[in-house]
């Protein structure tokens, strides 16, 4: 449209030439047109305020009929506003707080397809005493938050209502029943004093006994490095500097969690907790906040992309 001056005004026709002209496209919308669009009347001062009626040669589109006035969001606003609805996270907060209480039996042997292994261990500890078991369902909650804001059903392997365990085959079996989207075993490693840094397990390929990951592991993979990106970027950690050469990344054949799983499923270790600067970070709320946030980033990655 051309822009004639603020002081140009068209020549306008006689007002009743312009009713009736408004009365005759009106009458032919409607019965041409289905009634979806509407001309307003001519104001009587040619205001054209918040409700008032439309100037000459304005019209508004209406809603379908059967939903007036209703904004209907876009897909694609409604993927951003929820982009993991319909979608199964199972989060597996590494060992249990009472772990240690029930030595019995969580060091009774379960078949994780390969071989056998003890049903759950006790976990590490930093020198202070802050345990892997209380630093795992710290993260796993936070992080549950943050994935339910963005729509995703989440189910745990355990929340601290369990007196022990659950064993490492059944928390394979978890992620599995809820055929799950994505699985992500959380855990902080106990290695010695001056290894540092996060890495994510991914699980090799196996096939032997009731283990068979061959179908996941290609898709773990994928998981895995999007966990290890958005952990990087919200935590500033660096990836281990004693596994995986650099990568942040470990391919095991030996956890039966990975072995027995049918769906695609990693483990994090978010840091050493033996080392006294990963501890200080491991320690701090803020910093599991932002872990939460790397890994719930990865998963978003990870399933808006499958």
């Not at 009774?108 to 500890?125: H, M, P």
């Amino acid at each position: 449209m051309s822009y004639a001056g603020p002081g140009f005004e068209p020549p306008q026709p006689p007002r009743s030439s312009v009713r009736r002209a408004l009365a005759v496209a009106l009458a032919v919308l409607v019965l041409g047109g289905g009634g979806w669009f509407v001309w307003g009347a001519v104001a009587d001062d040619g205001g054209g305020g918040k409700g008032d009626a439309l100037s000459s040669g304005d019209y508004e589109p209406l809603s379908p009929i059967g939903t007036p006035g209703i904004s209907v969001p876009s897909g694609s606003e409604s993927e951003s506003a929820a982009p993991l609805a319909g979608k199964v996270v199972v989060v597996d907060p590494g060992h249990n707080p009472g772990n240690f209480k029930h030595t019995a039996e969580i060091n009774r042997k379960v078949d994780i397809g390969t071989n056998s292994k003890e049903c759950d261990t006790t976990g590490t500890a930093t020198n202070s005493g802050y345990t892997e078991a209380e630093f795992t369902l710290d993260v796993a909650r936070r992080l549950r938050t943050v994935l339910e804001q963005q729509g995703a059903t989440v189910k745990f392997t355990q929340d601290g209502d369990l007196a022990f365990g659950p064993c490492v085959d059944e928390r394979a079996r978890i992620g599995n029943a809820a055929r799950a989207d994505a699985v992500v075993s959380i855990h902080a490693d106990g290695s010695s004093a001056g290894n540092r840094g996060f890495h994510v397990i991914l699980p090799g390929a196996v096939h032997e006994g009731d283990a068979d990951t061959r179908p996941i592991v290609a898709s773990s993979k994928v998981l895995g490095e999007d966990v290890k990106d958005g952990f990087v970027r919200e935590t500033g950690s660096a990836p281990s500097n004693y596994i995986g050469d650099g990568t942040g990344l470990d391919t095991r054949t030996d956890l039966g969690g990975l072995n027995l799983s049918t769906v695609p499923k990693v483990f994090i270790e978010c840091g050493n907790m033996r080392d006294s600067a990963d501890a200080a970070l491991l320690t701090s709320g803020t910093w599991r906040e932002k872990a939460a946030q790397g890994i719930s980033e990865g998963i978003v990655s990870f399933l808006r992309g499958s």
